[in-house]
């Protein structure tokens, strides 16, 4: 019996070596593919590094456990303490969690594979890029100078140096003695070497700092970026310039009269626009304020004023007050001299008859009167 016994042995094993799986060595199974999300960290950056996997042999492969560690980028999450088997032709996909602690450059983190019964192990070098180079910003659109109260339009230019795309990409202006619209400015995603701009509406009441800070996302990861605009109040180049020119002084009675033209020199439009006597001169009827409305750049309109003023006074302040677009109020003085031109009597007036020809009426109507009543008594 026992030689029977030994054939149905040896028959089993045969039957189980045909059957059962066979154990398939490391050199069957490669690495595909690799991937870093986002595909260039930056450092302190968290992300994800993929790893594919592919049974190229013909038969199933068992593995036992799949790590990652190394130095630079390590690995956050736990390693797949037992994986199981491949079969042939099979891919299969691992995802580890990392951080990179290291300078810039390109790092290899081990991705480690173990096999089953003895059969060794897969080393694999998964290259994963740091980069720390940030978005830029920079100011292209802005007035020659500031002026207190009055709105600039301020355009911020974002630019992307980067390899990789940064997403959520919004600019936020920042400071104290400032009104901005809008409050933020949002750009989206900008790709490698791309840029977009943002315009803002800033009003200052003070010299100041603006500070625009540029938001982005690098994968999960959030990263700013500040420009600094400084605020200095100055002549604006632009805004309206009223002169006064053709300047004539007439006395009237118990005043002057000033007369002329004012002509907007300026790139901008002057409005509301008002001419004035200004003090030590005091306005008087029937011109104490001229009201000549809107100039445009190099419109020019006639203007009429009439004042009084102590004697003495040599001259005379003329006022021309006018607001921008934006409501802000401006005035522009022009010194006008009167010490040559002497003022008509305050008994006089414009048109009307003087003191001595009244008197001459009122003689001439008595002599008339006396005239009448001599003659009525004679008859």
Not at 79 to 94: L, Q, R
Not at 171 to 189: E, L, R
């Amino acid at each position: 019996m026992k030689p029977i016994y030994l054939a149905i042995v040896t028959l089993l094993c045969a039957v189980l070596a045909v059957a059962g799986p066979a154990s398939a060595g490391p050199a069957d199974i490669t690495v595909t593919s690799s991937a870093t999300d986002p595909p260039v960290l930056m450092k302190g950056d968290t992300g994800t590094l993929t790893v594919t996997i592919q049974n190229n042999g013909q038969n199933t492969v068992a593995i036992s456990s799949a790590r990652l560690y190394g130095s630079g980028v390590v690995p956050l999450s736990d390693s797949y303490a037992s994986v199981g088997e491949i079969g042939a032709g099979n891919s299969k996909t691992f995802t580890f969690t990392v951080r990179a602690d290291g300078g810039e450059g390109t790092f290899y983190p081990q991705f480690v594979l173990d096999f089953r019964d003895g059969a060794g192990s897969l080393r694999y070098p998964v290259p994963v890029q740091v980069e720390d180079t940030v978005l830029s910003a920079s100011v292209i659109g802005k007035p020659d100078a500031f002026s207190e109260g009055r709105t600039a339009d301020i355009t911020i230019r974002v630019g992307n140096p980067r390899p990789n795309a940064a997403s959520g990409v919004q600019v936020i202006p920042q400071g104290t003695g400032i009104t901005v619209t809008p409050t933020g400015g949002f750009i989206g995603a900008l790709a490698p070497d791309g840029s977009a701009t943002v315009v803002f509406n800033l009003t200052p009441t003070t010299e100041t700092d603006v500070a625009f800070q540029v938001i982005w996302r690098n994968g999960i990861n959030t990263h700013t970026t500040d420009l600094v605009l400084p605020i200095a109040f100055g002549e604006d180049k632009r805004q309206a310039d009223p002169v006064i020119t053709n300047v004539e002084v007439t006395p009237i009675a118990g005043g002057y009269r000033i007369v002329g033209d004012v002509m907007n020199a300026g790139l901008e439009s002057a409005r509301s626009v008002l001419v004035t006597p200004g003090v030590p001169a005091t306005p008087i009827d029937p011109f104490r304020v001229y009201v000549v409305g809107t100039l445009d750049p190099d419109d020019i309109s006639s203007f009429e004023v009439t004042f009084r003023a102590d004697a003495g006074t040599t001259e005379v302040p003329v006022v021309v007050e006018y607001r921008d677009d934006d409501g802000n109020r401006y005035a522009a003085t022009t010194m006008v001299g009167v010490g040559s031109v002497a003022a008509a009597p305050l008994e006089e007036r414009d048109g009307g008859i003087p003191l001595v020809g009244i008197i001459i009426v009122a003689l001439i109507g008595l002599g008339i009167a006396g005239a009448i009543y001599y003659s009525w008594r004679r008859t």
